[in-house]
């Protein structure tokens, strides 16, 4: 029942930032929510999470120190704050939740196009 929205994506020159945000719709109980991305030809990789189960936050190292991720207080809503852009971010960016909480992501949204340019 629950429904993933991604929206924020562009295109922006290296140096830039990009706010992406993603909402869960159809219910509003707390679960783990993630982005990940996939750049074409490659396989999807972790980008980060915030786990209320484990009660923290994780990165990947490829982006620690230049992206941060938050939760709404309200509702079930995730947003990655992406700054100091790369080429080599450019990927599509796909929310994704642990809606079961059962260690792993069963609901995932469309996804957002998200390219910088050098």
């Known amino acids: 029942q629950v429904q993933l929205v991604e929206s924020g994506g562009g295109l922006v020159q290296a140096g830039g930032s990009l706010r992406l945000s993603c909402v869960a719709s159809?219910?509003?109980?707390?679960?783990?929510m993630a982005w990940f991305r996939q750049a074409p030809g490659k396989e999807r990789e972790f980008v980060a999470a915030?786990?209320?189960?484990?009660?923290?936050?994780d990165y990947a190292d490829s982006v620690k120190g230049r992206f941060t991720i938050s939760r709404d207080g309200f509702k079930n809503a995730v947003y990655l704050q992406m700054n100091s852009l790369e080429p080599e971010d450019t990927a599509v960016y796909y929310c994704?939740?642990?809606?079961?909480?059962?260690?792993?992501?069963?609901?995932w949204g469309q996804g957002t196009q998200v390219t910088v340019s050098s």
């Open positions: 994704a939740a642990d809606v079961r909480k059962r260690g792993q992501y069963d609901i």
């Open positions: 159809g219910r509003t109980s707390a679960f783990d």
């Open positions: 915030d786990s209320w189960t484990a009660g923290r936050l």
